[in-house]
């Protein structure tokens, strides 16, 4: 069964993306928006998996950073500047807001570091309310130009699609390799055991900041694409719950579609962004389906759903036998 | 012989209580120093101190000359000290030989270096030696939380081994081993000792493994250090039985 299992991976991963490829063919305009939508909370949420998935650190203020992206892109571009200059600025500024937000972190973890993190995505939200002189306040910021890249516009909605799962696919890239790296396997270690880690010379201070750090800095690039593409921005998506791109919302796309695995974030923002398209038809109704899904997946399969492929393919374990023959042979060779 | 690291009047408060009270000692080039006393005599929290988990109430250690007291785990660790803990300590979602790359990563290159360099930084020969000497050669892509608790407990030490360190602390290595992994263990750890001339330091309860292991003894009671030689003189000092066995 184990022998199938990376072919099999691969298979899938290139039946998704052939997909993704000619999926604008398939879908009305409404539907490549809602795919649109997809590849960017994707994004935000290949982020808040780094910090959560693989460091460990549980963090309610990813929509916060969304916020900073999609707010310095919609400002700047709509003052004359150009869409990457304000890409790039949005990833820094993301960037050392989240390693100051790492700090806590070195202090309080699990529910007291969710604590934390909400009052500060709160605060976020209140400065993106009330701080009109700069964005508006809840009137926000509308006619967010779309950039052009070598002379296509991305005003067309195909073209935008394509572009912004270009991005998916690069910040997808550059986290994999990122999480590959002996980086990765240092915040493996922070997650899993930070004393141990500490005294094997991993210095886990410096490693939670830059967990913290990179994860708001591609919730940044998350943002500046969605300004990209829906146009109009307003405090209202960037706070706790309610839509899609809040914080709740992201932590659920983390933790449904399995914290920690890679694919994670890609098929938990399926569940959040599609299945309530799906699932409209239900009306008020959709909400009840959609929260009793949830409740019995976290409680039959806490992993989320790639936890959950992941038991299943590696069919069902004999732990028995599986820890002790190695034993025995191991006891063979001591002798 | 040389000192490696001089521990002077170490002394640990918590509240009103006296943990450890005034411990001094030295660690010599080469050899391997056992610390026993019955429990509660104040071990762990001296080997806390000492290695910067917790910081002594006062007094110093000095490693090679240089005071390295309170000083994070982390850099103690760059400077050559390394430890196991008395609970297992591995980290179960890691292969084996991952677990090996992670104890040496951070003593090689930069941070940057880390992020663009290869991906095993350069140390998968050097695990896989590290594996074959610790027998563990058919358990290497295994998840350690697939191993057996003696064999997890031999990828601790082997842990401890990795970056090269020049002072081994270990806490309790024989702490729950069965008998056969026990003798591995102890042979194993003769072996980086004679082979590669590591020095440890090892607290223990399982008094034949250390009258077997160690070539020189400390021995703690209630936070002092009442006796100090090699094990035969201290198994026969009337202190030493007193505090084991009672009045």
Redesign the interface.
């Known amino acids: 069964m184990r022998a199938f299992r990376k072919p099999a991976a691969i298979l899938a991963l290139l039946a998704c993306l052939a997909f993704l490829l000619v999926a604008p063919q398939l879908f009305k305009p409404y539907g490549v928006f809602i795919l649109s939508i997809w590849a960017v909370m994707t994004v935000a949420a290949i982020g808040l998996n780094l910090t959560l998935g693989y460091a460990g650190q549980v963090s309610l203020a990813q929509a916060a950073f969304v916020g900073v992206g999609a707010y310095i892109t919609a400002w700047m571009t709509t003052h004359g500047w150009p869409f990457w200059t304000t890409y790039v600025l949005a990833f820094f500024v993301c960037f050392a807001v989240g390693w100051v937000l790492g700090y806590p972190a070195l202090r309080v973890q699990h529910h007291y570091l969710a604590f934390v993190t909400l009052a500060f995505n709160t605060l976020l939200y209140l400065v993106f309310r009330n701080e009109e002189w700069l964005t508006n306040g809840i009137y926000g910021i509308s006619n967010i130009p779309r950039p052009s890249v070598l002379g296509w516009s991305m005003n067309h909605p195909h073209n935008l699609y394509y572009f912004l799962l270009v991005h998916l696919v690069l910040i997808s890239a550059a986290t994999w390799l990122l999480i590959q790296s002996p980086w990765g396997r240092a915040f493996v270690a922070v997650r899993e055991n930070p004393i141990r880690a500490l005294s094997l010379g991993v210095d886990t201070r410096r490693y939670t900041l830059m967990a913290f750090a990179i994860g708001a800095g591609i919730g940044g690039l998350s943002g500046s694409l969605y300004a990209v593409l829906v146009q109009f921005i307003d405090p209202t998506p960037f706070a706790l719950g309610a839509t899609p791109t809040g914080s709740l919302s992201l932590l659920l796309m983390v933790v449904v579609g399995g914290s920690g695995y890679f694919f994670g974030p890609f098929l938990g923002a399926v569940v959040a962004v599609l299945l309530p398209e799906w699932l409209r038809f239900a009306q008020g109704y959709y909400l009840m389906a959609y929260a009793i899904f949830v409740i019995g997946l976290m409680v039959y399969c806490p992993t989320g759903l790639l936890g959950l492929l992941d038991r299943m393919f590696s069919g069902k374990k004999k732990p028995s036998t599986e820890i002790e023959s190695p034993a025995k042979t191991a006891a063979e060779v001591a002798r | 012989m040389k000192t490696v690291m001089e521990v002077r009047n170490i002394r640990k408060q918590f509240g009103g209580i006296v943990a450890v009270d005034d411990v001094s000692f030295d660690v010599r080039e080469g050899e391997i120093l056992g610390i026993i006393g019955p429990n509660g005599s104040g071990k762990s929290t001296l080997f806390n101190c000492i290695?910067g988990?917790l910081q002594p109430t006062s007094g110093d250690v000095h490693l090679e000359g240089r005071k390295v007291t309170g000083i994070?785990?982390?850099d103690l660790?760059?400077l050559g000290v390394?430890?196991t803990?008395q609970l297992l300590?591995?980290?179960?979602?890691?292969t084996v030989r991952?677990n090996l790359?992670?104890?040496g990563?951070?003593?090689k290159g930069t941070?940057m270096r880390?992020?663009?360099?290869p991906?095993d930084?350069g140390l998968t020969g050097g695990a896989n030696k590290m594996i074959e000497f610790f027998?563990?050669g058919?358990?290497a892509d295994?998840k350690a939380s697939?191993?057996?608790y003696?064999?997890q407990k031999l990828l601790d030490a082997a842990?401890a081994f990795?970056?090269g360190p020049r002072l081994v602390l270990l806490d309790e290595p024989a702490g729950g081993v069965n008998l056969?992994?026990l003798?591995?263990l102890r042979?194993r750890l003769k072996a980086m000792n004679t082979e590669q001339g590591a020095t440890f330091v090892v607290i223990e309860h399982n008094m034949e493994f250390v009258m077997a292991l160690c070539t020189r003894i400390v021995v703690l009671a209630e936070g002092r250090l009442i006796a100090e030689g090699d094990p035969a003189t201290v198994r026969k000092n009337p202190k030493v039985i007193e505090a084991y066995l009672g009045h």
Request: net charge positive.
């Open positions: 290695l988990q994070r785990p982390c660790n760059k390394s430890r803990f300590q591995v980290f179960p979602q890691l991952e790359i992670l104890a990563q951070e003593h941070m880390r992020l663009f360099g991906r930084a027998r563990l058919h358990l295994e697939g191993l057996s003696g064999q842990m990795m970056a056969t992994m003798q591995s042979d």
